[in-house]
């Protein structure tokens, strides 16, 4: 399976005018050098209070960074109260986007990579000031990365403008061409995105997610023979990955290794049970003298 590297830091509602307003606790206000601990801050935010999203919110982003989407998505969730909504930053609906596709709520997701691609145009009809759509440490290249899957899945008008607006920007270094990768390969174009990994690798040639997108590419061009070392050093860099043993699984799949394929496509739904396209099958025949 193909990922890219799209971990953002974001601190929702965390102004200094926001804190100001309701009063925040001491715990959920930072010192200036680092974040507050949004655990602490939540024990502090009975429900009800005004100010409960705040730790919520930064704890889905938190879990996300982690891979812990079935985490995030719980965050997210218990953050809005029924029957309500929130508007953020850019930041913040493209985290949400990326979350709900991870775990098969696609429309919730179309919805937030909807707003997010809004503000990447400072639509002025958004109920915020567009001067706030953008954090200081947002980078477009990552906001388009997490949205235009899921424009694309869902067929969304966006997703054409989208995808030219983010080959057009600047690539700057490993993870740029990471998230090319990923993008190009969603629209197929295989060829332009062995074209990109082959950059990340040569830029980032220790990094797992790298070297796991490269060898998904391959695998994806019917070339998996010459993509096995790059997974093989992906998954030593990274066992705990759930989307680096599924790329592996779908290798030795195509290489007819049937055992140790199922081996491996069980350590990813093991590693990251909420990932539907984990629970689908891999291909495997098996070829003489291999199983």
């Not at 705040?54 to 953050?79: F, K």
């Not at 477009?140 to 899921?150: F, G, K, Q, R, T």
């Not at 174009?189 to 490269?214: C, F, G, K, W």
Request: aromatic share 10%; net charge negative.
């Amino acid at each position: 399976m193909l990922r890219s590297l799209v971990f953002i830091a974001a601190f929702a509602f965390s102004s200094a005018a926001f804190a100001q307003e309701v009063r925040l606790p001491p715990q959920c206000i930072s010192n200036g050098v680092a974040a507050p601990d949004w655990a602490a801050c939540l024990r502090a935010s009975p429900p009800g209070s005004q100010w409960r999203a705040l730790p919520l919110i930064n704890l889905g982003t938190e879990a996300l960074q982690r891979g812990d989407y079935a985490g995030a998505v719980r965050y997210y969730d218990e953050a809005v109260p029924p029957g309500q909504s929130i508007i953020s930053d850019v930041i913040y609906h493209s985290n949400r986007a990326r979350a709900y596709s991870h775990v098969g709520r696609n429309a919730e997701a179309l919805v937030e990579a909807r707003i997010a691609y809004r503000m990447l145009h400072r639509d002025p009809s958004l109920p915020m000031p567009p001067q706030t759509y953008f954090p200081p440490y947002a980078q477009s290249d990552l906001i388009y990365a997490s949205i235009l899957p899921v424009l694309r899945g869902g067929n969304a008008e966006e997703f054409a403008p989208a995808i030219q607006e983010f080959i057009a920007l600047p690539a700057t270094d490993w993870v740029s061409y990471v998230n090319r990768t990923v993008v190009l390969s969603d629209v197929e174009d295989y060829q332009a995105a062995l074209i990109m990994s082959t950059r990340a690798v040569e830029l980032a040639p220790d990094q797992a997610v790298a070297l796991n997108n490269h060898c998904y590419i391959l695998f994806k061009l019917g070339r998996a023979q010459e993509g096995l070392a790059d997974c093989v050093s992906a998954v030593a860099r990274a066992p705990r990955a759930g989307f680096v043993r599924h790329t592996y699984a779908e290798v030795l799949g195509a290489l007819g290794y049937c055992e140790a394929s199922e081996n491996e496509l069980a350590a990813a739904r093991w590693l990251d049970p909420t990932n539907v396209s984990f629970q689908r099958p891999v291909p495997c025949v098996a070829h003489q003298g291999r199983s």
